[in-house]
């Protein structure tokens, strides 16, 4: 039987184009904020990292902009390749004593070769 | 290698029958947790320790047992697996009291409950 969709924001981009992807968080009091990639049958892993004190960071082709006004987090993808094709999770904590990573529900990347 | 080591992979069981996920770290690691990742609900703590012998609940759970006898390692329990349990299982890990809170995940273990 059909499973529940997935109801993933979608993206869908051409090899060596630029990708967007965006987040949009909960806590204003979050003070670091993680990009992860999640490969079918795998788990995720870490891309790149910003904290609250910056607003953007640069990693290998990809680049992550912070903006604490509107609690938003874009990953930007620089001449994408198919073996960026993946689900893109958001993922802030917010302290505390649980150290707790709140991830948002993910964005599809599909590069079309 | 720096890994985060969960065992099985995958699992058929039925309603009712005890069943335990391991983990294993091997980063020296204090900070451990487990999540259930669902379609349309994404990434969602069950329970999390912060150090040996010290554990606590996360967002979901009811259902769930952990222990943390030893730093390495953070067992998933299941005492009497529902169908409502069905879902992929992530075991994380972090270097807690660093700067870095990233987690470093596993692989994942896909349950079916039938």
């Known amino acids: 039987g059909e499973s529940v969709g997935l109801h993933l924001p979608t993206l869908s981009v051409q090899?060596?184009?630029?990708?967007?992807?965006?987040?949009?968080?909960?806590n204003s009091a979050s003070d670091?904020?993680?990009?992860?990639?999640?490969?079918s049958g795998k788990g995720p892993q870490f891309i790149i990292d910003?904290?609250?004190?910056m607003d953007k960071?640069?990693?290998?082709?990809?680049?992550?902009?912070?903006?604490?006004?509107?609690?938003?987090?874009?990953?930007?993808?620089?001449?994408?390749q198919p073996g960026d094709s993946a689900v893109?999770?958001?993922?802030?904590?917010?302290?505390?004593?649980?150290?707790?990573?709140?991830?948002?529900?993910?964005?599809?990347?599909?590069?079309?070769? | 290698e720096a890994q985060v080591t969960q065992n099985p992979r995958y699992?058929?069981?039925?309603?009712?029958?005890?069943?335990?996920?391991?983990?294993?770290?091997?980063?020296?690691?204090?900070?451990m947790s487990w999540y259930r990742q669902d379609p349309g609900l994404g990434l969602r703590q069950i329970y999390y320790s912060m150090n040996v012998e010290v554990t606590d609940k996360g967002d979901?759970?009811?259902g769930y047992k952990v222990s943390r006898k030893e730093k390495r390692n953070f067992p998933l329990i299941l005492e009497s697996p529902s169908p409502n349990q069905t879902s992929l299982y992530f075991c994380a890990s972090s270097l807690f009291g660093s700067s870095d809170y990233g987690y470093t995940f596993g692989s994942g273990t896909r349950l079916t409950v039938v």
Not at chain 1, 15 to 26: K, L, P, Q, T, W
Not at chain 1, 50 to 53: M, P, Q
Not at chain 1, 99 to 113: D, E, I, M, R, S
Not at chain 2, 11 to 31: A, D, F, P, R, W
């Open chain 1, 88 to 113: 893109y999770f958001c993922a802030e904590n917010s302290g505390g004593s649980n150290y707790k990573l709140t991830f948002g529900k993910g964005t599809l990347l599909t590069v079309n070769p």
């Open chain 2, 60 to 62: 979901v759970p009811e």
């Open chain 1, 57 to 80: 960071r640069q990693g290998q082709r990809v680049t992550v902009l912070l903006n604490k006004t509107v609690k938003h987090l874009s990953l930007q993808i620089a001449a994408t």
């Open chain 1, 15 to 26: 090899e060596g184009d630029n990708s967007i992807i965006n987040c949009a968080y909960s």
């Open chain 2, 11 to 31: 699992l058929i069981t039925v309603t009712g029958k005890k069943l335990t996920v391991t983990c294993s770290q091997n980063m020296n690691h204090e900070y």
């Open chain 1, 50 to 53: 910003i904290r609250s004190n």
């Open chain 1, 32 to 39: 670091y904020f993680i990009w992860y990639k999640q490969e």
